[in-house]
């Protein structure tokens, strides 16, 4: 009887959406999207009913949600209300909890880098101590996920942890008070020397215009001369604050995005809102291929505007804007609804999401699509691909080999010994390193671990060897592959003599964390950053910085 009832009021609401639909939109796309409508609806409600098994609802909306955004573009999402807390947080950057992350450790949940002056770090708790009740609850078969949900909640509640402590081993009773937690979108700022000024900006949260700001303000006050605005692997946020971010640096009332979509209501332009702090201070703005979205909008509005120079590699190319749409019942629709045009004309988006070859693959804009424009100065700069920067840093290689092995956990593993072992080891931010025998006990460390890797090289090889059998090679140049093969060694050991430095940075920085925060390890990275030791290096010949802005240097080209 049930059935019946659930069956008919199922029929009902699909008549009724039918109704609405066709009445909102005018012509057969009216007719088309309601009868696709009650099809959904009723697909649903069989599914429901009829189903050999038992099946989840609210499962069912997710998949059929995510099937239809299937074939846009990867930013039209559906968030269901158990995924709101999560989207606030990226959007907002807040949230009611003690400040800390955690990690999965090899016997259970572990603290793995508590914020500074936050609830847990106030508690006295560091990175590595186990979290072994919450709330009285044992985290022993605890996923990070199902830890982090307990510990986060409404500002002010109290929350119970019993801890096992890092370097003692004492099991300890920890009371703490939730807070709003804001993550800063700016985590660092400093003097690079007497007259340059570091800004790194990291994601675009709601008001992290005001801390840039605050730090443009207190970089000055330092002596700061000229700024390097750092956004690289930013990969963006709220595009208002991007606008207001621009404000501190041109007039008030100066065009720096417009946005263009299907929907006449989604066309607008976005113009300076505020004072700026200082229109004539030189700026560098450091980005790659991790940069977009909002960070494309700063950086490719300041270039387009001749008030900075780019430095660093081609950014990620995403022109497109989104808008959330609630669909009841605390769930939204976060689509794309426009694309964003910057003051030269140009739209940087690098993918057309639009058309899609017949196997469903994507490919980016072809250079007989990309148009020229002109900045205001003249320069030439282009659409369809992203933010070309001024002066070009070749991008550093990545070894597979080192992150396999932090991966891992490894790094965390040897460095808890390394911790336990030097506490009273000076660490200073941006000095810190480790001695030979350091990196000999790492090595002796991971004698007996597991590591499944092959080299780039030996990846190639077995293609180039696929290759030449399939092509009838093999008679010409197979002796040439074997001398090749036979001379390739992916023995751990090996590895890791031969990317020493990698793997002692990776372990330098996770110690600086320990002791300094994550804005210690931004401090420790700074002095052998390759695109930041360019950056001051352009910033004390202004000659050149002058003649890339008017665009008379011709070494970038």
């Known amino acids: 009887m049930k059935g019946i009832i659930k069956y008919a009021a199922a029929s009902v609401i699909g008549a009724v959406l039918l109704l609405l639909i066709t009445s909102a939109v005018e012509g057969p796309d009216g007719f088309k999207m309601g009868r696709n409508m009650e099809v959904m609806v009723n697909m649903l409600r069989d599914l429901s009913l009829f189903y050999v098994d038992d099946v989840d609802p609210d499962k069912l909306l997710k998949d059929a949600a995510a099937g239809m955004t299937a074939g846009l573009d990867p930013y039209t999402v559906y968030i269901s209300e158990d995924e709101m807390d999560d989207f606030q947080i990226m959007t907002t950057g807040r949230y009611g909890g ?253 993918i057309d999401y639009a058309s899609r070859a017949e196997d469903g693959t994507l490919s980016h804009i072809p250079d007989s699509l990309i148009t020229e424009f002109k900045t205001a100065a003249g320069r030439k700069v282009y659409d369809g691909g992203g933010v070309m920067p001024d002066v070009r840093i070749p991008a550093e290689y990545v070894n597979r080999f080192a992150y396999i092995v932090y991966g891992k956990g490894y790094i965390d593993d040897y460095v808890d010994m390394f911790m336990r072992a030097n506490t009273d080891r000076e660490v200073v931010p941006g000095e810190f390193r480790i001695t030979n025998e350091d990196y000999a006990a790492f090595v002796e460390f991971m004698s007996d671990k597991d590591v499944e890797w092959q080299s780039e090289t030996k990846l190639l090889l077995a293609k180039l060897k696929e290759a030449a059998e399939a092509e009838r090679y093999t008679e010409t140049v197979g002796d040439y592959i074997t001398a090749i093969e036979e001379n390739l060694d992916d023995d751990v050991q090996e590895a890791l003599k031969l990317y020493k430095k990698e793997l002692s940075e990776l372990i330098e920085n996770e110690i600086v964390l320990r002791r300094a925060y994550n804005q210690g390890v931004v401090v420790q990275n700074l002095a052998k950053d390759a695109d930041v030791r360019e950056a001051v290096k352009l910033l004390a010949d202004m000659e050149r910085y002058d003649e890339i802005l008017t665009g008379k240097d011709t070494d970038r080209k």
Not at 111 to 122: I, K, Q
Not at 135 to 150: E, F, I, K, N
Not at 212 to 225: F, H, I, S
Not at 242 to 247: F, H
């Open 98 to 350: 003690v400040g800390s992350l955690i990690r999965q450790g090899h016997d259970g949940v572990v603290f793995a880098e508590p914020y500074r002056g936050a609830p847990a770090d106030r508690a006295g708790i560091v990175i590595g101590d186990k979290i072994i009740e919450v709330d009285g609850r044992s985290a022993s078969d605890m996923t990070t996920d199902q830890v982090s949900a307990l510990m986060k909640g409404k500002v002010g509640t109290k929350l119970k942890l019993k801890i096992e402590k890092f370097y003692t081993g004492d099991t300890v009773e920890v009371e703490l008070k939730r807070e709003m937690i804001n993550i800063p979108g700016i985590p660092y700022y400093g003097m690079l020397n007497d007259s340059v000024g570091y800004i790194l900006n990291v994601d675009f949260t709601e008001d992290v215009s005001r801390d840039m700001r605050n730090a443009v303000l207190a970089l000055k006050e330092q002596g700061a001369k000229a700024l390097i605005l750092d956004y690289r692997n930013n990969g963006g946020g709220v595009l208002q604050e991007a606008v207001k971010i621009v404000s501190c640096f041109v007039p008030r009332g100066t065009e720096v995005v417009s946005l263009k979509g299907r929907n006449p209501e989604e066309n607008a332009v976005f113009n300076t809102p505020n004072e700026p702090l200082d229109t004539e201070i030189p700026l560098v703005v450091l980005v790659n291929n991790g940069s977009a979205s909002a960070a494309e909008v700063v950086a490719g509005a300041l270039q387009d505007m001749d008030r900075a120079v780019l430095v660093g590699r081609r950014t990620f190319g995403k022109g497109l804007v989104q808008t959330t749409r609630p669909q009841g019942y605390n769930s939204y629709l976060k689509l794309t609804t426009a694309k964003y045009y910057l003051p030269s004309g140009r739209c940087i988006q690098a």
